[in-house]
C-alpha cells in the first residue's frame, strides 16, 4: 500500500513530462525546459570556471610551474615538487601543527557547546535566558582580523589580563609570545568565537525531547544532575554524534583567517599551519608549484577523511551531511 | 533542606555561571570600547580595564578624519551589496531549476555541484586561475569566485522544495511559464529563506579577509579587513616614523577595531534572528 501511494506521488510529480513522447531525443527535452536549462547556464558556468578549471591547475603541482609558459605547457617534472616537500622537515611541522590544532579544538572546543547548551537549558527565566544567549552569539559575527586585533590587546604583556594578573600579585603570562601559551590561546579563542553559536543546535535538540521523559524521570525520584544525566545528554546523543564525526572529518582541513590573525613571528613553530604556509611559500615567494603540491596533500586527505566520516555516519543510521 | 529550596540554589548557581560566560562573551568589547576612549596617560599606566579613564574622543576624530579608512568602509558597503546581489541571483538561478525532478541531467548537475565540496584546487591553483583571468586587483576578484555557495544553494533548494505543489500546478496550468512561477510565485513565498541566505553571503563578505590579501594589492581596493589588518599589525611601525602622532597607537588601534565592529553591531539584530533560522533549514535538510 505503501509503495503504491509513494508511486501514485512520483506519477504526479511527473505528469508534466507525461505528453512528451518517450522516443524524442536531448533536443526535445531542451525545448521543453528551455528556461530553466538557460538558467542553470550562470551557475555552471561559475562552478566551471571558478571550480573545476582551478582544478585542472592542481597539475602545476607536478610540473616546473612557468609563469611564461603557463599551467598546460610548462615542463612535467618526475615528482621532484613532492620529492622536495617530503624531504622538507617544515613540511612536517606545518601538517603536525595543523593536526595538533585541530585536535585541541577537537578536544576542547567541541565539548564547551555542550556543556554551554545544557546550562542554558536548565535556566529557568525565560528572559535572562534568551538576553544571555543573544550576547553568547554575539563573538561568531566578528571576522578574524577583529578577533585577532582584540587578542592582542587584551593579552599583549600590557594588556588587561597582565595588568590585572600583575596587579594581584602574580606574574605576567606569556599568551601570544610563548609558543606553548600560544596553542592554548588558539584554542581558547577559538572556544570565545564558537562556543556560544555552537549551542544553537544542541538546545534545538533539546527542544525535540518528550517531556513525558522528565515527568517519569520526576517520579523515579531522579535529581537535576540524574535528569540531564539520563534525559537530556541521551536526547542530543545523534546530534552530538553527527556534529562529531563532521568535525573528525575536517580534522585536516584549516581555515586561513583564525591562524593567521592570531600567529606572530614568535610562534611559528606551533603556528604555522597549512594554509598559511601555503600563502608565505606559494603566494609571497612565488612557488606555485611548492604551494599548490603541499594544497593537493592536504585536499586529497581532506578528501578521503570526509568521504569515510560521511560512510561512517551513514552506518550509524544517520543521514550524513548529504 | 525542603526540595524547593534546594532546587531555587541550583536555578541561582547555574544563572550565575552563564552569566560568568556572558561576561566573558563581552569583556573584550568593554576593554576595547574603553580604550579606545581613554586617554594617552591612562592607558599607558594600564590603568584602563572595562570603563574608559579621562573619557575622550580623540582617538575617533582620527580614524573618522583618516579619508583612507572611511572610503575603506564605504567601499566595503557597496562591495558587499553588489556581491549578495549577485550570489543571491545566481544561487536562485541554481536552486530552482535543480527542485525539478523532471530535469534531464538534475543529477549529473547536483553531483558535478556537490563535489567542488569535498575536493577544490586549493589556495595556488585558485589564485592562478584569478590571475589568468585577469582579475587580480580588481573588485571582481573578491564577487565573482565566491559567488554561489553550493552549502546555500542547497539550503534554498531544500526550502523551495517545502513550498506546496499545487501553486506551481495551479499557475502552469494558467499558461504561466518557468521563468513566471519562479517570479510571481517562488519567489515571494520564499522571502524569509532569501533573507537568511542574504545575510549569510553579507556576513560571509564583509568578514572575509583571506582573498583580498591574496588578490588585492592596490591600496585604493582594500577592504575594511584588510584596511584593519594593516592599521592593527603595521600602526606602531608608523607611530614610531610618524612623530605627529602623539596619541597612543593602542587608542587609535581600539578605536579602528570599534570602527570596524560597529557595522556588525548595527546589523546584529537582524543576523541573529536570521542566521538561526538559516542554520535550522540547514540542519533539518541534514
Known sequence: MKALNSSAVLEKGNSREKPLNKRKGLVSYIKQDFILYLMLCIPVAYIVIFKYVPMYGIQIAFK??????????????????????????????????????????????????????????????????????????????????????????LLSPTGMVNSLITHMGGEPLPFLTNKYAWVATYTLVGVWQNAGWGTILYLAAMTGIDRQLYEAAD??????????????????????????????????????????????????????????????????????????????????????????????????GENGIW | M????????????????????????????????????????????????IYPIDFNIEAYKVVFGDFGMVYSLLYTVVLTAVFVLIALTVTILAAYPLTKKRLKGRNMLLLIMLFTMYFSGGLIP??????????????????????????????????????????????????????????????????????????????????????????????????????????????????????????PSEALKAASIMFGTVPILLAYPWLQKYFVSGIMIGAVKG
Open chain 1, 64 to 153: 616546473d610551474y612557468n609563469m611564461f609558459q603557463g599551467v598546460s605547457n610548462s615542463p612535467w617534472n618526475d615528482f621532484a615538487t613532492f620529492k622536495q616537500i617530503f624531504s622538507s622537515p617544515q613540511f612536517y611541522q606545518v601538517v603536525r601543527n595543523t593536526l595538533l590544532l585541530n585536535g585541541l579544538d577537537l578536544l576542547v572546543g567541541f565539548p564547551a557547546p555542550i556543556i554551554l547548551a545544557i546550562l542554558i537549558n536548565e535556566l529557568v527565566w525565560t528572559r535572562f535566558k534568551k538576553a544571555s544567549q543573544t550576547i553568547l552569539y554575539l563573538p561568531h559575527f566578528l571576522s578574524w582580523v577583529i578577533i585577532g586585533g582584540i587578542v592582542a590587546q
Open chain 1, 219 to 316: 517520579v523515579d525520584g531522579a535529581g537535576r544532575f540524574g535528569k540531564i544525566w539520563h534525559v537530556t545528554l541521551p536526547g542530543i546523543r545523534s546530534t552530538i554524534v553527527i556534529l562529531l564525526i563532521l568535525q573528525l572529518g575536517n580534522i585536516m582541513a584549516i581555515n586561513f583567517d583564525r591562524p593567521f590573525n592570531i600567529q606572530n613571528n614568535l610562534v611559528m613553530d606551533f603556528g604555522d599551519v597549512i594554509s598559511t604556509y601555503v600563502y608565505r611559500v606559494g603566494i609571497q615567494s612565488a612557488n606555485f608549484s611548492i604551494g599548490a603540491a603541499v594544497g593537493l596533500f592536504q585536499s586529497v586527505i581532506c578528501l578521503i577523511f570526509l568521504l569515510s566520516s560521511n560512510f561512517i555516519s551513514r552506518k550509524l
Open chain 2, 2 to 49: 525542603p526540595q524547593s529550596v534546594k532546587n531555587r540554589m541550583v536555578d541561582y548557581t547555574l544563572a550565575f555561571i552563564v552569566l560568568i560566560a556572558v561576561f566573558i562573551c563581552l569583556v573584550p568589547f568593554l576593554y576595547i570600547l574603553s580604550q579606545s576612549l581613554s586617554s594617552n596617560r591612562a592607558i599607558v599606566s594600564h590603568a584602563v580595564t
Open chain 2, 126 to 247: 585558485d589564485y592562478l586561475n584569478i590571475k589568468n583571468l585577469h582579475l587580480l586587483n580588481t573588485p571582481w576578484a573578491l564577487i565573482l569566485p565566491g559567488m554561489m555557495s553550493v552549502y546555500y544553494m542547497i539550503i534554498l533548494k531544500s526550502f523551495f522544495q517545502s513550498l506546496p505543489d499545487s501553486l506551481e500546478e495551479a499557475a502552469h496550468l494558467d499558461g504561466c511559464n518557468d521563468l513566471q512561477i519562479l517570479l510571481k510565485i517562488v519567489l515571494p513565498l520564499s522571502k524569509p529563506a532569501l533573507a537568511t541566505i542574504s545575510l549569510l553571503y553579507a556576513v560571509f563578505r564583509w568578514n572575509y579577509f583571506q582573498d583580498a590579501l591574496f588578490y588585492i594589492t592596490d591600496q585604493d581596493l582594500y577592504t575594511i579587513q584588510l584596511k584593519l589588518y594593516n592599521v592593527i599589525n603595521i600602526s606602531q611601525q608608523m607611530a614610531g616614523e610618524n612623530v605627529n602622532v602623539n596619541l
